[in-house]
């Protein structure tokens, strides 16, 4: 059983930067698909990024794409997400995911198997 733990949000201004880690317990992590996904308050939870288990194709939503950065260090057992030009509709709770071994990114949530339990961005006009 993979466990995932974010860490690093907070609350910033608008304009300011963030970077979110996600520590996986298991070592199976390293050729996992990993994504983010985000959830507002009233609101589906939505994609934000992903990442194939080697790092080379990554995957992102229209509305982060050119200011968010997802990447892996898989002899960490981490992913991350930079996040740089962050606005208030960047406010939600950000979740990591993992897929199983041998599957590619996806943008659906429903298609990931562990999920980490959270970690609020907050963004103040």
């Known amino acids: 059983q993979v466990q995932l733990v974010e860490s690093g949000g907070g609350l910033v201004q608008a304009g300011d930067s963030l970077r979110l880690s996600c520590a996986a317990s298991?070592?199976?992590?390293?050729?996992?698909?990993m994504g983010w996904f985000r959830q507002a308050p009233g609101k589906d939870r939505e994609f934000v990024a992903a990442?194939?288990?080697?790092?080379?194709?990554?995957a992102y939503a229209d509305s982060v794409k050119e200011r968010f950065t997802i990447s892996r260090d898989n002899a960490k057992k981490t992913v991350y997400l930079q996040m740089n030009s962050l606005k208030p509709e960047d406010t939600a709770v950000y979740y990591c995911?993992?897929?199983?071994?041998?599957?590619?990114?996806?943008?659906?949530?429903?298609?990931?198997?562990?999920w980490g339990q959270g970690t609020q961005v907050t963004v103040s006009s």
């Open positions: 995911a993992a897929r199983r071994p041998g599957y590619d990114v996806t943008y659906n949530w429903n298609e990931y198997d562990y």
């Open positions: 298991e070592r199976p992590f390293s050729t996992s698909p």
């Open positions: 990442i194939n288990w080697r790092g080379t194709t990554t």
